[in-house]
């Protein structure tokens, strides 16, 4: 837990937020700015800055974190599939330091990268 950081009073629900998912582990909810019709962020309950501050110890928490998000997908409208995206430090375009992947898709077919 951080205490100034804006997902953990997310997490501890001191900031509202429109709720996709909580177990043990993750909290997901619905991006304040999508950039698709549906877009939604998995987190780690436990603070984690980003991508690169995991370490190897982690990497069952950071393998079902994907898997939750994929199989989140459907029930919130994305059958059809859905880009995943974490972006990782200042040079990643991060701006929440706590580690997020954004899922999002549905409308207009998103460009290729
Ligand atoms: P980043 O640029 O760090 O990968 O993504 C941060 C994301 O968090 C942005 O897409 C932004 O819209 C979202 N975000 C920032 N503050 C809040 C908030 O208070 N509530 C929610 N639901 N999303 C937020
Ligand atoms: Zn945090």
Same mark, same amino acid.
């Given at each position: 837990?951080? +205490?100034?950081?804006?997902?953990?009073?997310?997490?501890?629900?001191? /900031? #509202?937020?429109?709720? &996709?998912?909580?177990?043990?582990? =993750?909290?997901?909810?619905? +991006?304040?700015?999508?950039?698709?019709?549906?877009?939604?962020?998995? /987190? #780690?309950?436990?603070? &984690?800055?980003?991508?690169?501050? =995991?370490?190897?110890?982690?990497?069952?928490?950071?393998?079902?974190?994907?898997?939750?998000?994929?199989?989140?997908?459907?029930?919130?409208?994305?059958?059809?599939? =859905?880009?995943?995206?974490?972006?990782?430090?200042?040079?990643?375009?991060?701006?929440?330091?706590?580690?997020?992947?954004?899922?999002?898709?549905?409308?207009?077919?998103?460009?290729?990268?």
């Amino acid at each position: 837990m951080s +205490d100034n950081c804006i997902f953990c009073k997310i997490v501890r629900d001191e /900031i #509202p937020s429109n709720k &996709v998912h909580e177990d043990e582990d =993750f909290f997901v909810f619905h +991006d304040i700015r999508p950039i698709a019709r549906v877009h939604y962020l998995v /987190i #780690p309950k436990r603070h &984690v800055e980003s991508l690169a501050h =995991f370490d190897a110890a982690d990497s069952d928490l950071v393998g079902r974190m994907m898997l939750l998000g994929a199989r989140l997908a459907p029930q919130q409208g994305l059958s059809d599939g =859905f880009r995943t995206m974490i972006n990782t430090g200042k040079g990643g375009g991060q701006e929440v330091f706590h580690v997020h992947a954004h899922i999002f898709g549905g409308g207009e077919v998103l460009p290729k990268v």
